[in-house]
């Protein structure tokens, strides 16, 4: 079997004349010789900007370093490299800096939703908890942009240790999302650790690690780091392809391994113009994540961080591309399509109508193909009168923890056992005309 292409072979040498191209494989050399500089990418690349562009791009990395990883860069095709979308999401365009009106160092604001120390507490039940600053490549799209390169390493025992003490004292937290940087960028030792501090808190039910190691550096999912997390509780992996062209042989590989040890995978994939705008690529790229036993899960609308404008798409464009999906390809292939509310509302999912219009007992829908149809809803329905009473409701939620808090957010404005029927900003200007009211009065 062929596990090198000459590509490869020649990069590596270029790379490490000493070390051999054996070495391909190994994650820790991969690390060690990642491109840090523009200069190198054109040394072992053969391709050379004109010194104006290399001034712009150089000045694009003093804002937003470099780093590429050999293996990645071996996937560009150096022919066409202007319009790869493995440049295009690795290399430094001059694009980077403008900066637009709209844009945010911290547009999901995560750090004014941060209670402790390397924690993002957003939602009721779940945390992100981010263990490492260190990712193997930058990503160009990257939306904590603000903190590549920043602090190239790991927080240590101690800060990781109040994060985790958080979520020890916050009950209502049954799903850790570990996050950075890249997790995966830890040494299985300290990883284990972290795991198993997790996993002594009783009320977490669930792990989730979020990494783009297998498409950027699919040698470090190791028979050993696989080992590891499968002696932990429900760990899922999510991780992070955006092209067809990153399911390479290596990609599979580190996959299969994680699949074959049980832990579920997942796979978030952002919109980036030039990249994948396109209904075709995305269809694509998400039966080659099915093929390979993982499922899509989120399509991300393009966050309004600094120095991103040329990669963000119209809404339109990712409403088209999951028309293209739904009801044209396996139900399981369908991301969810989110927009992250900048002011860290949290994500949004967004999707085409397919409700056209109903009245007192009928619906009337639309289906992919443009058929329109009609459901008939029953003439008679007794709804359950919810008070939040489970012990005393006929629908038998026989569960323990079966447990009788108010609703939030719009269910709540839904549900029999609440009062409120409105949810109003603090801000009207209405309200600010009865106060001014009152004092005439
Ligand atoms: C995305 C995110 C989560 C997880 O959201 P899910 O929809 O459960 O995947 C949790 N916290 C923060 C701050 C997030 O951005």
Redesign the pocket.
């Known amino acids: 079997m062929k596990q090198f292409n000459s590509k490869q072979q020649d990069l590596a040498e270029r790379i490490d004349h000493d070390s051999m191209w054996q070495n391909w494989k190994n994650w820790q050399w991969q690390q060690k010789h990642t491109i840090k500089s523009i200069h190198d990418f054109e040394r072992l690349t053969d391709i050379r900007f004109s010194d104006e562009q290399k001034a712009m791009r150089n000045k694009t990395v003093q804002k937003f370093p470099i780093s590429i990883t050999p293996y990645y860069l071996s996937l560009i095709d150096f022919k066409d490299y202007e319009n790869d979308p493995i440049f295009r999401q690795s290399f430094p365009s001059p694009q980077e800096l403008t900066m637009q009106p709209c844009e945010m160092e911290d547009p999901?604001a995560?750090e004014k939703?941060s209670p402790a120390p390397q924690i993002?507490?957003?939602?009721p039940d779940?945390?992100?908890f981010h263990v490492s600053n260190v990712c193997a490549m930058y990503c160009r799209h990257c939306t904590r942009k603000r903190k590549v390169g920043d602090l190239d390493d790991i927080p240590d025992k101690v800060t990781l240790l109040q994060g985790i003490d958080y979520i020890k004292k916050s009950p209502q937290i049954r799903?850790v999302?570990l996050s950075g940087g890249d997790p995966f960028m830890l040494s299985d030792g300290y990883l284990d650790w972290i795991l198993g501090e997790i996993e002594r808190i009783d009320h977490v039910e669930v792990i989730?690690v979020g990494t783009r190691t297998p498409v950027v550096l699919p040698f470090r999912i190791t028979d050993d780091l696989v080992d590891m997390l499968k002696s932990h509780r429900p760990v899922w992996i999510n991780t992070h392809f955006n092209h067809p062209r990153e399911m390479t042989e290596s990609a599979k590989l580190a996959l299969s391994k994680m699949a074959d040890a049980g832990l579920p995978l997942g796979n978030q994939t952002v919109l980036l113009a030039g990249v994948n705008d396109c209904p075709r690529i995305i269809k694509r790229l998400m039966h080659k994540l099915v093929q390979n036993r993982v499922r899509p899960?989120?399509l991300y609308q393009c966050d309004l961080s600094e120095g991103l404008s040329h990669f963000r798409t119209p809404v339109g464009k990712g409403i088209e591309i999951i028309e293209s999906l739904i009801g044209h390809t396996s139900g399981f292939a369908v991301p969810t399509y989110?927009i992250?509310a900048p002011g860290g509302g949290?994500?949004i999912p967004v999707m085409p109508n397919y409700l056209i219009s109903w009245s007192t007992n009928k619906v009337v829908l639309r289906n992919y193909e443009g058929v329109i149809t009609t459901y008939k809803e029953p003439d008679s329905y007794e709804p359950i009168f919810c008070d939040r009473k489970c012990a005393e409701c006929t629908l038998q939620l026989n569960l323990d923890e079966a447990n009788e808090t108010v609703a939030t957010g719009i269910a709540r404005l839904l549900s029999d056992a609440n009062e409120s029927m409105t949810l109003v900003p603090q801000d009207l200007d209405r309200f600010e005309r009865r106060n001014a009211g009152d004092e005439t009065e």
């Open positions: 999901l995560e939703d993002t507490h957003r939602y779940r945390v992100l799903d999302l989730r899960y989120y989110v992250d949290g994500k």
